[in-house]
Structures are given as structure tokens and as C-alpha cells.
């Protein structure tokens, strides 16, 4: 009877191994599910004489049970500021007259780092799958640099620094990565154009080109109507 016990006893313990090896490759499969983090769009054109400002929307999609998610994004600030921003309905609102985000503001180097949002206890969480999204945020951007034209850059970082990635965290607290590289098809780098006022003086020179211009062709065809006269 021993015998057997301890027969049995070292089949389950030669289990082990295998059993660890599972668990860790669904592990590994769980943790390499990634989302899709993204701009709307690619590009951003900012007429001076139309608006100082311009609005950019952050959305999310392909996230399964997400409680809680973190990323950051940049900008020159030599051109651009981000005064302000509206949180999105995909992730929970915090107390009154709160977005619920916990943002760490650097704007004399242009960034929004460490922007971290989570369910409280209980609540959430949400999943949504392409080809439908979830309004993350949309930042509001003004133009602070001389001398444009300008083209610059707005971008959704991978890094953000401390050791600490662009990330979303599930109800299992498995973190995951969101699925951006150089030159995927998803939209993480946004080129901004931006477009001088078209001034008065600058106005003033081309009527005043449109008038003699003008004024040159109704002497031309009175002259020439004049000659046929004589």
C-alpha cells in the first residue's frame, strides 16, 4: 500500500514540470494579446487666419476586460501647448466634476506623460473590438510659435519613462501592450501643418496688383477701340 502511495506520490510530483510549463505558456499568450492605441487622424492642417487652435482625438480598440490603461504623448513645444483636454466616455468619470485621469503635465519639454485612468473597485470592466473604438480623449491644442509656416509632429509614445510603458491592464492585472511599430498602418505620429495669417498689408499689395492690373486692361481695350475709331 506504501508502494503505491509513493508511486503516486511521484507521478504528481513529476507532473510539476509540466503543469508550470502550461501555465506559463498560457501566461505568455495572455500577456502578448495586444490593443490598438491611435490618433484619428494622420495629419493636422492650422489655418492662422481661421483659428489659434485646433482639437486631436485619442482613441482605443481590439482591449478585452480592460480595468485600467497608461500612455503619454508628445509635442514641440516650441510651436504647440495643450492647455486643456476632454476626457472620453470609454473609460469611467472619478468623483464630481472630475475626468477620473491622473496626468502628470510636463509643458516646458511638450508632454503628457504618465495619463493613467482605472475602474474603481466593482466597477467596469469594458472591452471593444474593431472595427468599433472607444473615445479615449481629445487633447485641445494652441498654437504658440513665431514665424510659420510650420510643420511639426504630435506623437503617442511608447516609452514613457521610470521604466514605465504605454500599457493597458486587464481585470486579471495582466499588463499588455498596445500594438504600434514605425510604419504600421495605425495612426501614432500626426504631421501638423500650420498656415500664416494672410495679413491686411499683405492683402493691401494684391488689390492693389488686382487694380492696375485691371486698370491696365480696361486702357488697353479702350485704347484699341479708340484706334479702330480713327
Given at each position: 500500500m506504501k508502494g503505491t502511495s509513493s508511486k503516486k506520490m511521484i507521478q504528481m510530483v513529476s507532473l510539476i514540470p509540466v503543469v508550470l510549463m502550461v501555465?506559463?505558456?498560457?501566461?505568455?499568450?495572455e500577456a502578448?494579446?495586444?490593443?490598438?492605441?491611435?490618433?484619428?487622424?494622420?495629419?493636422v492642417v492650422l489655418d492662422l487666419a481661421d483659428s489659434q487652435w485646433?482639437?486631436?482625438?485619442?482613441?482605443?480598440?481590439?482591449v478585452t476586460d480592460l480595468k485600467a490603461m497608461v500612455f503619454s504623448v508628445e509635442w514641440d513645444p516650441t510651436y504647440l501647448e495643450v492647455p486643456s483636454y476632454t476626457a472620453g466616455d470609454f473609460l469611467p468619470a472619478g468623483p464630481p466634476d472630475a475626468t477620473g485621469w491622473m496626468i502628470t503635465w510636463d509643458h516646458v519639454a511638450g508632454k503628457m506623460k504618465e495619463a493613467a485612468n482605472s475602474f474603481m473597485p466593482g466597477k467596469g470592466p469594458v472591452?471593444?473590438?474593431?472595427?468599433n473604438w472607444g473615445w479615449v480623449m481629445t487633447l485641445n491644442f494652441s498654437y504658440v510659435g513665431p514665424d510659420p509656416p510650420i510643420t511639426t509632429s504630435i506623437n503617442i509614445t511608447k516609452n514613457i519613462g521610470l521604466g514605465m510603458d504605454t500599457k493597458w491592464r486587464d481585470s486579471l492585472n495582466v499588463y499588455?501592450?498596445?500594438?504600434y511599430i514605425d510604419?504600421?498602418?495605425?495612426?501614432?505620429v500626426v504631421s501638423t501643418d500650420i498656415i500664416p495669417e494672410f495679413s491686411s498689408a499683405?492683402?493691401?499689395?494684391?488689390?492693389?496688383?488686382v487694380v492696375t492690373l485691371l486698370a491696365l486692361a480696361f486702357k488697353r481695350k479702350h485704347g484699341l477701340r479708340w484706334s479702330a475709331i480713327q
Open positions: 501555465c506559463a505558456l498560457f501566461a505568455s499568450v502578448s494579446e495586444t490593443g490598438i492605441l491611435a490618433f484619428e487622424k494622420d495629419s485646433f482639437e486631436l482625438k485619442i482613441n482605443i480598440t481590439d472591452s471593444v473590438s474593431s472595427p499588455h501592450d498596445f500594438d510604419g504600421d498602418p495605425y495612426i501614432h499683405v492683402a493691401m499689395v494684391v488689390l492693389l496688383m
